[in-house]
């Protein structure tokens, strides 16, 4: 009778472990189901880079030729969904397609949405102690590693000299300016890296910390910022150790 018993209780927490994990798998599956929804719904608003045809052959050149052709971003319409948005980041041919807010911390948007609603996905955001026009010296984007790809899971395919290769470089549209991610640097980083720091005591400090940056980069690249460039940093979690960070480092270039 006492064997009996065990094996009934033994059974029935099998089956509660059982189903609290499938009630587990069913919540994140949800949460990326949510996420995915909203994000998608607010690409709405950004149009999709298009190649312009030009009818005059006589003006063609190899300046239109290079011209970077941009999303275009009904940032009145954003702005009104969200007062905290301040850019609209975007990579072809990766899911990085996304709104950028800025808030007075940054906990809040890790578990909120674009649309104010909690989920694990969260926004891509500007850390808090930047300005949010994007005139520092280190301007700093962070986005979650999501299992499903989503948000800035990407950026750590820089590990792999082929994907920058392939994506060298990043839009960022503003309602003021918009400007080209000219990608130099990628590395994994713990997060009592320097990798984050906002503002130099001078310029040989600057060039030091460019310097270090590019020494532990997993890629190659041709760019090298200048005494003036304003710089971007892009960090997300990577897995390598406790609390690891990929960071994705470029030069902020504006378009004319």
Known sequence: ?????????????????????????????????????VYLELEE??????????TDHQTESSESENKTILPVVEFEKLKSIN?????????????????????KDNTYYLKHMFDGSYNSAGCIFLDCRNSSDFTDE???????????????SSITKYKQQAYYDEHPELLLMTPEQNFKIELFSGYVA????EAWQLIFDSEEDRAVWIERT???????????????????????????FDNARYVLTGVLTPIE
Do not use: R
Not at 7 to 24: D, K, M, P, R, Y
Not at 190 to 193: G, K, P
Not at 225 to 235: E, G, V, W
């Open 1 to 37: 009778m006492k064997k009996k018993l065990i094996g009934t209780i033994l059974t029935l927490l099998c089956t509660g472990v059982v189903a609290f994990s499938g009630w587990q798998v069913y919540k994140i599956m949800s949460e990326y189901q949510s996420g995915e929804k």
């Open 45 to 54: 608003y950004v149009s999709p880079p298009t190649e312009e045809k030009n």
């Open 83 to 103: 007062n905290d948005f301040v850019a609209w980041i975007y990579c072809e041919g990766t899911a990085i397609n996304y709104p950028v807010v800025h808030y």
């Open 138 to 152: 280190n301007n700093i984007i962070y986005g979650h590693h999501m299992k499903n790809n989503s948000m800035f």
């Open 190 to 193: 713990n997060v009592e890296d």
């Open 214 to 240: 590019i020494e532990k980069s997993t890629f190659n690249s041709p760019v090298i910022p200048a005494a003036t460039d304003k710089i971007i940093t892009l960090s997300t979690c990577s897995y390598e």
